[in-house]
Nanobody, 128 residues
Framework: QVRLAESGGGSVQPGGSLRLSCVVSGDVDSSDYVGWFRQVQGKSREGVAAIRAGGPDYDYAYYAEAVKGRFTISRNAAANTVYLQMNSLKPEDTAMYYC??????????????????WGQGTPVTVSS
């Protein structure tokens, strides 16, 4: 049984920062993607960032164009935790943010359909 638990959401002003955390438990290999997605009511879920182990000393990370240069995904393998550091937040970043674990062998890291396990979500509101 795979479980994901997000935390760290909240309300910030434009230009502010938040760090989301996702604790992953269960049978998720480090070579499988763990990703962050977000969803605004009435819209489809969109990929924000994804990460997987590439080797002993490096990871593969992917980002949506809208967050490149502002968001950073990272992981702590020992703590089974994936982080999303969000800087220079904008009102359009407001959404429910979900952590997800991909199905084994996934190559489409930013496609929600590649992910079989989801957390409950944590809300992020960016507003002045």
């Amino acid at each position: 049984q795979v479980r994901l638990a997000e935390s760290g959401g909240g309300s910030v002003q434009p230009g502010g920062s938040l760090r989301l955390s996702c604790v992953v438990s269960g049978d998720v290999d480090s070579s499988d993607y763990v990703g962050w997605f977000r969803q605004v009511q009435g819209k489809s879920r969109e990929g924000v960032a994804a990460i997987r182990a590439g080797g002993p000393d490096y990871d593969y990370a992917y980002y949506a164009e809208a967050v490149k240069g502002r968001f950073t995904i990272s992981r702590n393998a020992a703590a089974n935790t994936v982080y999303l550091q969000m800087n220079s937040l904008k009102p359009e970043d407001t959404a429910m943010y979900y952590c997800a674990a991909a199905l084994p062998g996934t190559v489409a890291a930013m496609a929600a359909s590649s992910y079989g396990y989801w957390g409950q979500g944590t809300p992020v509101t960016v507003s002045s």
